[in-house]
């Protein structure tokens, strides 16, 4: 069974940075595409950022530059390096793993598994 559990959100002051982790438990981790999405109060979960297995990456417009997603196949994991941080990057922070790992996908339903999220507060 695979499961997901992220790690790394806090409280920061705009500007700063914090590296989100992802721990995966999956006999074929290397086998999925990985993503990042996040959740702000009283809005939809939206897409930041993901990589497939042969490492193809997308972001969101609103985090390009900024935000930089990596795999470590060996350690079963995702990480999510922000910088420059904004307060409005405030929100819940999810990892998600796909199936079908070669194709890129920005939007929830096209993942198959999910972590419970980790809380990111920036403020000004």
């Known amino acids: 069974q695979t499961q997901l559990a992220e790690s790394g959100g806090g409280l920061v002051q705009a500007g700063d940075s914090l590296r989100l982790s992802c721990a995966v438990s999956?006999?074929?981790?290397?086998?999925?595409?990985m993503g990042w999405f996040r959740q702000a109060p009283g809005k939809e979960r939206e897409f930041v950022a993901h990589?497939?297995?042969?490492?193809?990456?997308t972001y969101a417009d609103s985090v390009k530059g900024r935000f930089t997603i990596s795999r470590d196949n060996a350690k079963n994991a995702l990480y999510l390096q922000m910088n420059s941080l904004k307060p409005k990057d405030t929100a819940v922070y999810y990892c998600?793993?796909?199936?079908?790992?070669?194709?890129?996908?920005?939007?929830?339903?096209?993942?198959?598994?999910w972590g419970h999220g980790t809380q990111v507060t920036v403020s000004s």
């Open positions: 990589i497939t297995t042969g490492e193809r990456i």
């Open positions: 998600a793993a796909k199936i079908e790992g070669w194709q890129l996908a920005s939007s929830t339903a096209e993942y198959d598994y």
């Open positions: 999956a006999r074929n981790f290397a086998g999925y595409a």
